[in-house]
């Protein structure tokens, strides 16, 4: 356990072990493996083509899975500096050469297309190009408890469009977040451990090491800068009676469970 004292010998300070960006590989390793299962399920051949649309933050994590055993891959996102997540820890390892691009021609030269595009991604009528051995989509909606958020989310409509004989629901949720989105459920997963912890008796306050990180991503477009920021401790709390941060962290995190549906 990672303690140190406080502003007197009575009060410390315990800090996570578990970083930023362990949340995130968790959250992210969780909706991978549920795809990779069922890609196996439908017995695709290692040579087929799969193009997974969307890199943030499920897409390079699906990828980085897949990469351990399929041989043609394609990411494909309309910003061409995420290509850089793929050199990074985020998602794990990648094992196998992967593709990326930014021509969204290419969307259509998959065997299996996976769409993880959510709000505002993959339309209808893109959608409807597809004829393909197996469409996979991510839902953007987590626990159905946003009426607007379920009258925006149009995965059903593109589904329904996609020819393919194999389609499946990427369907994450569990911790009472709107989306399924890994920053939403990160987000998640700290503010209800911060509620938690601040309800133990002995503590006096408590933070997570989190910024709006998305503006570095996608306004200063600086991977690198993310990944850094989050390299860090994820919780600090300052009590009297110390306790592990990192056996209640797991817990939260395995409440999280991905359906293909």
């Given at each position: ?45 290692i040579k087929s ?19 351990e ?9 309309i ?17 196998n ?11 259509y ?19 409807s ?10 839902d ?9 958020l379920?009258?925006?989310?149009n995965i ?7 020819k ?35 309800k ?6 408590c ?9 570095v ?22 009590t009297?009676?110390?306790?592990s ?15 293909m549906?």
């Amino acid at each position: 356990m990672n303690v140190d004292t406080g502003i007197t010998s009575e009060v410390f300070t315990i800090k996570s072990e578990t970083k930023l960006i362990d949340i995130f590989n968790d959250i992210i390793s969780i909706k991978a493996d549920a795809v990779f299962d069922y890609i196996e399920s439908l017995n695709i051949d290692i040579k087929s083509k799969i193009v997974v649309i969307g890199t943030y933050f499920t897409g390079v994590g699906i990828v980085k899975r897949l990469s351990e055993k399929y041989e043609s891959i394609t990411l494909i996102d309309i910003y061409p500096h995420l290509e850089d997540m793929l050199h990074t820890s985020l998602g794990g390892e990648l094992k196998n050469k992967v593709s990326f691009s930014s021509d969204l021609d290419l969307i259509y030269s998959g065997d299996v297309v996976i769409d993880t595009t959510g709000f505002g991604g993959i339309n209808v009528e893109q959608s409807s190009k597809f004829d393909v051995e197996a469409f996979i989509i991510e839902d953007p909606v987590a626990e159905d408890n946003d009426r607007l958020l379920a009258e925006k989310n149009n995965i059903h409509e593109r589904l329904d469009a996609a020819k393919s004989q194999n389609k499946a629901i990427i369907k994450t949720k569990g911790i009472n977040t709107k989306t399924s989105g890994t920053m939403t459920l990160t987000i998640g997963v700290l503010t209800n451990l911060l509620n938690e912890f601040q309800k133990r008796e002995g503590v006096l306050y408590c933070a997570c090491e989190m910024g709006f990180l998305e503006e570095v991503i996608f306004k200063e477009k600086d991977v690198a800068k993310f990944i850094e920021l989050a390299d860090v401790n994820a919780f600090k709390v300052s009590t009297i009676d110390p306790f592990s941060l990192d056996d209640m962290i797991k817990e939260e995190i395995s409440k999280i469970n991905t359906e293909m549906i």
